[in-house]
């Protein structure tokens, strides 16, 4: 990851939290005309798919194909609904200031947009993935607490434990990869989903991955995938489950996981409670390490 001293030959502005100016006007057509090609592309996509509190943020938030979103517009609506704000960063932030931001309700949002040859995959985050990914659920009042109080237990789980590898998994699991299971089916909310097409067909319809019902510990046990779909995806039954799940002190929970297993993405344990099996998968156990 960069240093401030690096990214200032770019951006002279950065501040000390890493915030730039987003500099909205200088976005050239061609890059509005790349974030409203993904736009619509997502749009139909997730019809059907992506679950109602996320399309309801779509729409709280104000978020249209004709252009990216200027961040200051968007931080009003967002901030009428729950307070949030969205900052622009360049990209990735070291984790300490990451978890400064959430803590604080300000959501680091990188300022750049892909190229057009990379309207399917991007390493780095860009406007669309953190914008059009993470924003809308922002606008959900439970997500809104849950993503401060992930901020917040960042901090500890860095200061106070050295147990950030196992919480950035629970992140990983909800907020990037989450799943939920409601009366009309199994729709995503997690924004590494909404904002791929091809992970969005793939986590509702595949019979390939496993899904699992959200367990926090199971969770914060289980490595993760960065270079490909997942094998697995955790299921909650409403962001009030979630939330009840992680809003309580983790120190026993971080205790407990300095031994014991660790398992792999794929991997399907007896004391799962499966939604779906994936066909790849077998239950055992057998697979656990560590
Ligand atoms: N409850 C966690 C702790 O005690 C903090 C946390 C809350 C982490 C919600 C993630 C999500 O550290
Ligand atoms: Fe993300």
């Known amino acids: 990851m960069p240093t401030l001293d690096e990214l200032r030959i770019k951006h002279p502005e950065i501040r000390a939290d890493f915030t730039i100016d987003q500099n909205w006007d200088r976005y050239s057509a061609a890059e509005h005309g790349i974030w409203r090609t993904l736009y619509r592309r997502q749009a139909d996509v997730l019809r059907g798919r992506a679950c109602d509190e996320f399309l309801d943020g779509v729409k709280k938030c104000g978020l249209v194909a004709d252009r990216i979103p200027d961040f200051e517009r968007l931080s009003e609506d967002l901030r009428k609904a729950t307070g949030w704000v969205v900052v622009a960063v360049p990209s990735l932030v070291p984790d300490d200031i990451f978890f400064d931001h959430l803590a604080n309700r300000r959501f680091p949002a990188g300022q750049f947009i892909r190229r057009a040859d990379q309207l399917d995959y991007i390493e780095e985050p860009d406007v669309f993935h953190d914008v059009f990914g993470h924003v809308p659920m922002l606008a959900h009042p439970v997500f809104a ?111 407990r996981l300095k031994s014991g297993p660790t398992y792999r993405p794929g991997d399907v344990l007896a004391s799962d409670r499966v939604h779906m099996l994936g066909n790849r998968s077998y239950i055992g156990g057998s697979h656990a390490v560590g």
């Open 145 to 255: 607490d849950y993503m401060e109080a992930y901020g917040k237990g960042g901090q500890r789980a860095v200061a106070e434990f050295g147990m950030l590898k196992n919480l950035a998994r629970l992140y990983w699991y909800t907020v990037e990869f989450g799943l939920i299971a409601k009366p009309e089916g199994m729709r995503i909310y997690g924004s590494g989903i909404v904002s791929s097409r091809a992970e969005s067909i793939y986590a509702v319809e595949s019979k390939s991955p496993n899904r699992v019902h959200f367990d926090l510990e199971r969770v914060m046990r289980t490595d993760y995938r960065i270079d490909d779909f997942q094998e697995s995806y955790f299921v909650i039954s409403s962001f009030d489950e979630l939330f009840e799940q992680t809003y309580k002190d983790f120190a026993p929970l971080y205790a």
